[in-house]
């Protein structure tokens, strides 16, 4: 409508969580569906008007577990792991037309997703971060604001938590 895209955050995220060797086909493909393609296609279409008005900025959405993944999460660490690759691949393609391309891992985030975790799995959590906290939506939203802001950064990968 506009005739600009300026930003594009690729923000899907689902699991599936099982033990790989018991995890279906079905389950796996729409993790990596929903993860992975669905950035890729998403970043394609943005790339197209961001490439004829030389600016703009992708942001993917990604997770610690794509580089400490915990047991039962193959599939989300895999498509997580993926899209810090896709970050890194499409800085370098997209950077000669001053595109912007990172990776922000937000960490443990009160959300939909993390509602439906025991009291213990998110006490677990909490216990690995240094600080002992979780980071907020606020202060993610934040960064990622801030981030926008910084003309010179591209295809790099931001942790938002304490966990070392």
């Not at 394609?44 to 610690?64: C, L, V």
């Amino acid at each position: 409508k506009h005739g600009r895209i300026d930003v594009l955050v690729n923000n899907a995220g689902i699991t599936r969580d099982s033990l790989f060797a018991r995890q279906s086909e079905e389950d796996f493909d729409e993790v990596v569906t929903t993860n992975l393609k669905g950035a890729h296609l998403c970043s394609q279409a943005a790339a197209i008007p961001m490439m004829r008005q030389r600016d703009g900025q992708i942001i993917n959405i990604g997770s610690y577990s794509a580089l400490h993944p915990p047991m039962g999460q193959a599939a989300y660490a895999a498509a997580k792991a993926g899209l810090i690759g896709l970050t890194k691949s499409y800085a370098k393609e997209l950077g000669k037309r001053n595109i912007r391309v990172n990776c922000v891992l937000p960490g443990f985030l009160e959300t939909k997703m993390t509602a439906s975790l025991s009291e213990e799995a998110t006490e677990a959590a909490r216990k690995r971060h240094t600080l002992g906290r979780f980071n907020t939506k606020e202060e993610a939203a934040g960064f990622i604001v801030n981030l926008l802001s910084m003309n010179h950064i591209s295809g790099q990968v931001f942790q938002l938590d304490s966990r070392a």
